[in-house]
């Protein structure tokens, strides 16, 4: 058995900084291709080949609505299941270790208007020690780090005992239906990372994400004769206040030890709001479309009653919408808040990773935003932390970008990761 000491790190270490042209060049690959959620095909096609570059047993595939039709409460019905492969490739080890499933989304958020970047989004230009392009941080950059481990691995002269798995899979901004028919397709690990960017700190718990719709009814009239009118707009706003009173009382009763520290851990977000067709008319309909978060031990049910009861109850106080109640919906896929203990021996060992190449022991943070860990540990059956190179902050935003000594350490640090959780048998 290869033992994981300082010089077997350094041998790792060398190998990552070796192939970081390597690295660099392929998250460009990933990058300069389209494939927003729902039209992924060109990345998936990118990671097939790679996949097969590198010897891994190779697996595509695409998700049907009648396999997602239990579940569309958990990740939404889709506009389209077409041209939408996940992709697998496996390395078997040489046995008796523990098998490990690294996972990526390969899907992204649009990019937005090219003129709020500096360069094209899907540019893939370097400057500096930052790679910039939408999905560089979330998060093609987590798929390069885990091939790039395995790469070191190989380099290195190191046969891991225990199979590793790596699977790249679509539609996580929209409910994530890829990792979930990853799942149910039978990929099964003693343990899931994702390399999420979360500014390499570990991450055993993610927030949960509902989306949810509020149709206001009013009355249209003439804007000259607007009192004849009911405005849904008008009617609107008190809703929308009583949501804002909603989160900052949840803020102040809800407690958890990975979440104290945040100003706002449980967010009420108004995304879209839709309302009139005139601008001299009084509007008579309203939309308004949002999300809210959860911290992990709430339930989604319960808080998806306590929310309809707080829009019934501001409805009870006004007249107009008592007789003509706001419609709540719940759409799109819910995300349920999750967590693993701090101390399970994905988190030891990840965390004693990120120390043998930093020096230090990594954060361990919760984050507020929804993930694919949740359908790891509920349908798959097993832990499943976060941990990655790049800043939420910098995902979903123009001029998206990956620190590329954050990548390299974030790939060290999953080698190191692999040859402690599979074990390992020097081949060289």
């Known amino acids: 058995m290869a033992k994981l000491d300082s010089a077997l790190v350094g041998k790792i270490s060398d190998a990552v900084e070796a192939q970081r042209d390597t690295s660099v060049h392929l998250l460009q690959d990933f990058v300069r291709v389209p494939c927003v959620t729902g039209a992924e095909a060109p990345a998936a096609e990118i990671a097939e080949r790679a996949f097969r570059e590198r010897g891994l047993e190779t697996d595509t595939w695409s998700a049907t609505p009648e396999e997602m039709i239990p579940y569309f409460d958990h990740v939404g019905e889709q506009q389209t299941y077409e041209n939408r492969p996940n992709v697998v490739g496996v390395r078997r080890g040489s046995g008796g270790g523990r098998s490990i499933l690294l996972n990526a989304h390969i899907d992204t958020v649009s990019s937005g208007d090219p003129a709020a970047w500096t360069h094209d989004p899907l540019s893939g230009v370097v400057e500096g020690d930052l790679l910039y392009g939408r999905g560089s941080c979330d998060m093609k950059g987590g798929l390069v780090t885990h091939l790039a481990a395995l790469d070191a691995l190989s380099a290195a002269g190191v046969t891991l005992a225990g199979d590793v798995t790596v699977a790249a899979t679509v539609g996580e901004e929209d409910g994530g239906l890829g990792v979930l028919s990853t799942v149910l397709r039978g990929y099964r690990a003693d343990a899931a990372l994702i390399t999420e960017p979360t500014r390499l700190a570990l991450v055993p718990a993610q927030g949960g994400s509902l989306v949810f719709r509020i149709t206001v009814t009013g009355l249209s009239a003439h804007a000259a004769v607007r009192d004849a009118g009911v405005s849904a707009f008008e009617k609107f706003l008190p809703i929308f206040e009583d949501l804002k009173n909603l989160e900052s009382e949840r803020n102040a009763v809800l ?116 993930a694919d860990m949740r359908l790891f540990i509920r349908f798959g059956g097993m832990p499943c932390v976060m941990y990655g190179a790049g800043s939420v902050e910098h995902a979903h935003a123009p001029d998206e970008h990956l620190s590329i000594p954050d990548l390299l350490t974030a790939t060290k640090t999953v080698a190191c990761l692999l040859v402690e959780w599979c074990g390992t048998e020097r081949s060289a």
């Not at 009420?268 to 005139?278: E, K, L, M, T």
């Not at 709430?298 to 306590?306: A, D, G, I, S, V």
């Not at 990840?350 to 990594?362: F, K």
């Open 255 to 370: 407690s958890h030890p990975l979440y104290d520290a945040l100003g706002n851990k449980v967010p009420i977000n108004v995304g879209v709001v839709r309302a009139g067709d005139w601008a001299s008319t009084v509007p008579e309909s309203l939309v308004a479309e949002g999300r809210i978060g959860l911290i992990p031990g709430e339930k989604m049910k319960p808080f998806q009653n306590l929310f309809a009861e707080r829009i019934q109850s501001v409805a009870a106080r006004d007249p107009w919408l008592k007789e003509h109640p706001p419609l709540l919906e719940w759409f799109g896929g819910q995300f349920a808040p999750s967590e693993v203990p701090t101390n399970a021996p994905i988190c030891e060992v990840l965390s004693s990773a990120h120390e043998r190449v930093t020096g230090q022991r990594p954060p361990v943070e919760g984050v507020t935003y929804g």
